[in-house]
């Protein structure tokens, strides 16, 4: 069993930075895939980026050159670095954890957090 807790939203302006942090409890950290995902009113939930046990990420295009996923295992976190933020980012983000190695559907995991949100303003 892993429960996972976000933190660090809020409300920024355009252009803006965030991090957004995951705390993880339970065992074996390490071996699962880290995921943030997010979801805007009305949208399906989509993943943002993922982290596997090797370092291996995922990057969803709109994302690509201002988010940055990290993890350290030593401390069960989990982390995700916004900048540049645009209000289309306008969310709520949730994280996530999967027993597979490339999971790109929600399905595909297993523990979720409670979600965050994040408002960027035009």
């Known amino acids: 069993q892993v429960q996972l807790v976000e933190s660090g939203g809020g409300l920024v302006q355009a252009g803006g930075s965030l991090r957004l942090s995951c705390a993880a409890s339970g065992r074996a950290f390490s071996s699962y895939t880290m995921a943030w995902f997010r979801q805007a009113p009305g949208k399906e939930r989509e993943i943002v980026q993922y982290i596997n046990w090797s370092g291996t990420t995922y990057n969803a295009d709109s994302v690509k050159g201002r988010f940055t996923i990290s993890r350290d295992n030593a401390k069960n976190m989990v982390y995700l670095q916004m900048v540049s933020l645009k209000p289309e980012d306008t969310a709520v983000y949730y994280c996530?954890?999967?027993?597979?190695?490339?999971?790109?559907?929600?399905?595909?995991?297993?523990?979720w957090g409670q979600g965050t949100q994040v408002t960027v303003s035009s």
């Open positions: 996530a954890a999967s027993v597979h190695i490339s999971p790109i559907y929600p399905s595909l995991y297993n523990y």
